[in-house]
């Protein structure tokens, strides 16, 4: 997984506990849904999944009993953590980290692939990498998104603050791209997948919200408060009626 993260510089910047305590119950939720719906769309005899960039876990924890799971995480204090939980976490980058000619009938990438610069290396790695009809899971943040389209109409005007933070512009590893349903898949198409299923998950929850937006950085509390105050009681309530800023789309290896 072509990554550069200066680790160093991420613990320094980001606090892992709250981290944990902003994003744990959303990405659960979430993690099962995925769970459920890789197994309902693979191979009838996918049996081996790989969780690309697994960070704390949580996905590995969840998909163990429908699948033979292992995680690569190149964060080795992130990694740790797993191991000693007793996660099967290799530490290193994909496909690096993979002995040579291992093979998965599933992949999953859980909100990675937007971080990597060359995305179209990584899909050639995965299609190697899957059996053959193997399922290629992709989890991330779209631009059809409620919060993505305010964040950009705010920057046009001046207020760049939102945009930014969806970008995680000066974070270790910021996002580098942003997609659709649409402009996605004819991306992973192009390299030898066909869809098989896409579908929108909740990109807010109120448990963790507030760690959430104060995890990274020097935050600006009082700044921060006011978002807090905007998108708990003013844009939550609205994110059933607009398209969703989290998107998975599901494809089968051709």
Same mark, same amino acid.
């Given at each position: 997984?072509?990554?550069?993260?200066?680790?160093?510089?991420?613990?320094?910047?980001?606090?892992?506990?709250?981290?944990?305590?902003?994003?744990?119950?959303?990405?659960?939720? /979430?993690?099962?849904?995925?769970?459920?719906?890789?197994?309902?769309?693979?191979?009838?005899?996918?049996?081996?999944?790989?969780?690309?960039?697994?960070?704390?876990?949580?996905?590995?924890?969840?998909?163990?009993?429908?699948?033979?799971?292992?995680?690569?995480?190149?964060?080795?204090?992130?990694?740790?953590?797993?191991?000693?939980?007793?996660?099967?976490?290799?530490?290193?980058?994909?496909?690096?980290?993979?002995?040579?000619?291992?093979?998965?009938?599933?992949?999953?990438?859980?909100?990675?692939? &937007?971080?990597?610069?060359?995305?179209? /290396?990584?899909?050639?790695?995965?299609?190697?990498?899957?059996?053959?009809?193997?399922?290629?899971?992709?989890?991330?943040? /779209? /631009?059809?998104?409620?919060?993505?389209?305010?964040?950009?109409?705010?920057?046009?005007?001046?207020?760049?603050?939102?945009?930014?933070?969806?970008?995680?512009?000066?974070?270790?590893?910021?996002?580098?791209?942003?997609?659709?349903?649409?402009?996605?898949?004819?991306?992973?198409?192009? &390299?030898?997948?066909?869809?098989?299923?896409?579908?929108?998950?909740?990109?807010?929850?109120? &448990?963790?919200?507030?760690?959430?937006?104060?995890?990274?950085?020097?935050?600006?509390?009082?700044?921060?408060?006011?978002?807090?105050?905007?998108?708990?009681?003013?844009?939550?309530?609205?994110?059933?009626?607009?398209?969703?800023?989290?998107?998975?789309?599901?494809?089968?290896?051709?």
């Amino acid at each position: 997984m072509a990554v550069a993260i200066n680790h160093a510089a991420e613990h320094a910047k980001i606090d892992e506990d709250a981290r944990e305590t902003s994003l744990k119950a959303l990405r659960q939720e /979430s993690f099962r849904t995925i769970v459920a719906l890789t197994r309902q769309f693979a191979a009838p005899h996918a049996h081996t999944l790989l969780d690309v960039g697994s960070a704390h876990g949580w996905f590995l924890e969840t998909a163990t009993g429908a699948f033979e799971a292992v995680g690569v995480e190149p964060d080795e204090a992130v990694a740790a953590k797993c191991i000693a939980r007793g996660v099967p976490v290799r530490i290193g980058y994909f496909p690096q980290a993979l002995a040579d000619g291992e093979r998965f009938d599933v992949i999953v990438f859980n909100d990675v692939i &937007e971080h990597i610069p060359d995305i179209r /290396s990584a899909l050639r790695n995965c299609h190697e990498r899957l059996s053959p009809n193997g399922t290629l899971v992709l989890n991330l943040p /779209s /631009s059809r998104g409620l919060f993505y389209r305010l964040s950009k109409l705010f920057a046009r005007v001046g207020l760049r603050g939102p945009f930014d933070r969806l970008w995680q512009k000066g974070m270790p590893s910021p996002h580098v791209h942003y997609f659709n349903p649409v402009n996605l898949t004819k991306l992973v198409e192009s &390299e030898g997948f066909e869809l098989r299923h896409n579908t929108e998950m909740e990109a807010v929850k109120v &448990e963790g919200l507030w760690q959430r937006l104060t995890m990274f950085g020097n935050v600006h509390r009082v700044k921060a408060a006011l978002q807090y105050v905007c998108i708990r009681w003013g844009l939550r309530p609205l994110t059933g009626l607009f398209p969703s800023d989290i998107i998975v789309c599901i494809y089968r290896k051709r």
